[in-house]
């Protein structure tokens, strides 16, 4: 059965939430489900930094399964950049994590007085204080929530100052470097004076037809290996800045703040540039099996010389190390055990989400 939360940051309030199964069925997965419970709830009018405001981080069905490209997480809400109901998407693994930690969706509304964060262990929910967060940035809360929710299993989403500051495109971020990074989602979460949300356990979404569920997965695989020449060879070997050259000589690429669509030095950012002079390794969100995520080391007379994941792709959290990759078992097909020791121990590690 799928979980959901209600809380509330005005009152300290958290409910479970009950979405009648007839609205699950008619709206999927995050972004459909998110979008008509906002729409039914939000008043018309309302200023998306107010606590008027809701929020709405949201997983689908398929997310932490072994289905290939489950690995994804959305926020919904007004965003305060558009006016409008608003998602933004992010991938790594703290969609899974969420799954895991018990929950399908937080739908957060009302502002706290205080700084916040919310901390979900296997189905318990917890609104914990902030205070000496406020004002760090993505990194260091991340690896402060980390290290008190006990350090192996904990996965991370939260804003640096920017969010707190109500910078209207400020984003959340997940495993330090993914990022739901449109419309301006951080800002409402600074609104609220929520940092972060902290997720930890061990409960695995429930299969109710394994068997059908493993063939169709399996399928599904094989042709996102196998059947498209841009999920086998082109994300994998060029990321999504693959799509720079293509979109430039279309004439659609946005350039000062696009009042032009062409940008004449384009290919200095391209895919197959970047592969070409800083690419050291691909990776990908959880059970990936296409890997469109960076790994680039920048020359030290660069003022941003060094190695880590970026730019663009999938590139997911944590500092680039030198573990040796996980198997297959353990991400690339979904199926280890979530926040074991042997998979936290590759965390850094490249290809751990090798399919
Ligand atoms: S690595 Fe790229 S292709 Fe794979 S799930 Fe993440 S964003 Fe999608």
Same mark, same amino acid.
């Given at each position: 059965m799928r979980r959901f939360l209600r809380v509330n940051l005005s009152t300290g309030s958290i409910k479970e939430e009950k979405i009648p199964e007839d609205t699950l069925k008619d709206f999927i997965g995050g972004r459909g489900l998110g979008v008509k419970v906002l729409y039914d709830e939000l008043e018309s009018g309302i200023d998306p930094l107010s606590p008027e405001n809701k929020i709405l981080i949201i997983t689908g069905p398929l997310t932490g399964t072994?289905?290939?490209?489950?690995?994804?997480?959305?926020s919904v809400t007004k965003s305060p950049l558009t006016g409008t109901i608003h998602d933004s998407q992010s991938g790594g693994d703290f969609g899974p994590y969420l799954k895991f930690a018990g929950f399908d969706g937080v739908l957060f509304e009302g502002?706290?007085?205080?700084?916040?964060y919310l901390w979900l262990e296997n189905g318990q929910?917890? +609104?914990?204080?902030?205070?000496s967060l406020w004002g760090k940035d993505v990194f260091h809360t991340t690896d402060a929530i980390i290290k008190e929710g006990g350090g192996n299993g904990v996965r991370v989403a939260c804003i640096g100052p920017a969010g707190e500051k109500l910078v209207r495109f400020a984003n959340i971020m997940n495993e330090k470097h993914r990022t739901a990074g449109r419309g301006g989602h951080g800002a409402v979460l600074g609104s609220k004076k929520l940092k972060a +949300?902290?997720?930890?356990? &061990?409960?695995?979404?429930? +299969?109710?037809? =394994?068997? !059908?569920?493993?063939?169709? /997965?399996?399928?599904? %695989?094989? %042709?996102?290996?196998? &059947?498209?020449?841009? /999920?086998? =060879? #082109?994300l994998p070997d060029e990321g999504t800045a693959a799509l720079v050259n293509e979109i430039n000589e279309r004439g659609g690429y946005p350039t000062k703040n696009f009042? !032009?669509?062409?940008?004449? #030095?384009? &290919?200095? /950012?391209?895919?197959? /540039?970047?592969?070409? !002079?800083?690419? #050291?390794?691909?990776?990908g969100c959880w059970g990936c099996v296409i890997n469109c995520g960076r790994v680039s080391k920048v020359p030290a007379w660069s003022y941003f010389s060094g190695e880590g994941e970026g730019p663009g792709?999938?590139?997911? @959290?944590? =500092?680039? @190390?030198?573990?040796? @990759?996980?198997?297959?078992?353990?991400?690339?097909d979904g199926t280890g055990e979530p926040g074991s020791a042997g998979r936290e121990s590759t965390e850094r590690g490249v290809g751990q989400h090798g399919g």
């Open positions: 072994a289905s290939p490209e489950s690995g994804r997480w959305c502002s706290s007085e205080k700084p916040v929910p917890e +609104i914990k204080d902030a205070s +949300i902290g997720v930890k356990g &061990n409960k695995r979404p429930q +299969i109710a037809d =394994e068997d !059908t569920f493993k063939a169709a /997965t399996a399928k599904a %695989r094989k %042709r996102l290996k196998e &059947n498209s020449e841009v /999920t086998s =060879e #082109t009042q !032009t669509s062409v940008f004449a #030095t384009a &290919n200095r /950012t391209s895919g197959e /540039t970047l592969r070409d !002079t800083l690419l #050291t390794d691909s990776m792709g999938g590139d997911r @959290g944590g =500092e680039r @190390g030198s573990g040796s @990759g996980g198997s297959a078992g353990e991400h690339g």
